[in-house]
């Protein structure tokens, strides 16, 4: 099934239920699919056909959505790429992508344009998008389930980012797996700040639209405006990532804003230290219900979801067991199987730590340009080289990214376990671990902290004080204070660029 | 006649369908039986 029925049908159900909100301008469904058809006759004319990738470099605005349905309906690809990336990774983008038009936020990325006339790429600014005359939205009816709809790019943490195809039937399938078409009945207002060039934020708009939720765009995530946008539009449901969140309870306009109509943040797209997230439900109103979502691109979104339930039973923690959970992503979604692997690639006992393995039909069948070789998804299953166990009640445990254990004198060390034992500790506002060099020992644990208080004093017997609930080899044995930590947009940690 | 935008299933198969046009009354059959209607599933708050 295209995507493009995921606007089409509630188009038709609901056509004058507000979809879409960018800044104070409201789009009934039925704007919202004229609008993608516009787009998609501004596409066509350009030249854009089926097979064809078209790149969108900007910032989350309507157009994002209508050049996103507008390609599905002519069969052609939607490349969403990250804007903000350098020079050299944009062209990268760009030309890895094979996009033969360009859709570009001027405002936002005056860089893009330079690299794309380098390129030779046919560019078109949002505006002129914006500017289109509304027809209907045609859906084609031979769309097949293996064609791609969307290709996004991965964060890149340990190499160069690498496209995943995202095709119609793995998108569709997440969000009819998730909910039904709207009945036009109010099912609230989300707000969509994470990068639409994200699974995220993608997957998010789709199954909002296709549910009936109004979706609010915030260009790009500030925590002023968020919560301006917030109070003013009464969101009810709104992800983040950690990283944002963070920078949410810290701003001075949280103490005024209005988060009455708030009923749920989700979190994810990268880990969420336990000492943040008791730190956000004691600073947000007890009304918010928290999900934790844990998923990749590879997987096309979710896989498993630590939900409200759960937060409330770690947060009351009658049981060690249900005050464990705050350290768990959850339990699979639906159509999700979670298998954790031993070295032979055999499913493991509960409790067991080992490779996270993910069976589903949403699986990418491989990355772009290697779609045949089915490098990530054999048989369906899809090892993410994330390690972990699962307990005996099926929720999932993260101890880390198998290619970032610290192997001290043949002692496995989890950077994720000495990362959450130091942001415990108030002075520290953000931490990162790795293996530094030891002759001795082969690796150490090597810090790097972050204080809140700029310029304050913090040694490596504070470090191992902090951790003194760890194993003795665990504990850090080189320290790094800097001022900021690399990370990716969606806040994951860029390991690879801490400066050892 | 099945209502726009509901899913029926197949108890037999499996096989799911997604009404996507306004349909005509009658039935909808698979493996030689009716298909289900799926129940109702609404947005969850994770979303």
Known sequence: MNIAMLLDLPAMLAGDHVALIEGDTPLTYSQTHGHAGAVAGVLADAGVGAGDVVGYLGANHVEFVSALFGCASLGACLAALNYRSGAADVRHLIADSGAKLLLVDEAAAPSVTEVGRELGVRMIGLAELAAAVDVPLSVPDDTEDTDVAVLIYTSGTTARAKGVPLTHGALTEYVLSRTDVTDGSDAGRTLIAVPLYHIAGISSLLTALYGGRTVVLEPRFAPAEWLALAGGHRITHAFLVPTMLAKLIEAPELAGADLTALVSISYGAAPMPPALLRRIVAALPPSVGYNGAYGLSESVSTVAVLDEDDHRRFIAAASSDDAALINSVGRAVSDVRIDILDDASEPVEPNRTGQIAIVSRRNVSGYWHDRNTQPVAAQSRLVTGDLGYLDTRGYLFITGRASDMIIRGGENISPVEVENALLEDDRIADAAVLGVPDETWGEVVGAFVVLRAPGGTFTLADAAQVCSGLARFKRPERLYVVTDLPRTPTGKLLRRELPV | ?47
């Not at chain 2, 726009?4 to 306004?22: D, S």
């Not at chain 2, 059959?29 to 009716?34: E, G």
């Open chain 2, 1 to 47: 006649m099945y209502e726009l935008g509901k899913r029926l299933t197949c108890a037999e198969c499996g096989t799911q369908c997604l009404v996507i046009h306004p349909s005509e009354p009658g039935e909808l059959l698979c493996c030689d039986q009716p298909m289900s209607l799926n129940e109702p599933k609404k947005l969850p708050s994770s979303d």
